[in-house]
């Protein structure tokens, strides 16, 4: 099970995208944020999604580098 709180990407909130497939947990996180934090997005410049997106990704444990999953 992978999880990734949406605290840790910088929002003041307790929800967390659980999955057991990475795709799966990204997809949950990308959702919710596309639909509970719009104004935040509104806000941010491109550069600052891009960081968003690839924190989300970092988190869901698809970033090591080395193609294993960590533990
Ligand atoms: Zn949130």
């Not at 909130?13 to 997809?27: L, S």
Request: net charge negative; proline share 0%; glycine share 10%.
């Amino acid at each position: 099970m992978r999880i990734v709180k949406c605290g840790d990407l910088g929002f003041k909130c307790n929800f967390m995208a659980t999955g057991n497939e990475i795709d799966q947990v990204e997809k949950n996180m990308l959702d919710h944020i596309e639909e509970e934090h719009k104004g935040e997005l509104a806000s941010m410049a491109e550069d600052d999604l891009h960081h968003l997106k690839h924190r989300v990704s970092t988190l869901s444990g698809r970033s090591c580098g080395c193609g294993e999953h960590h533990h």
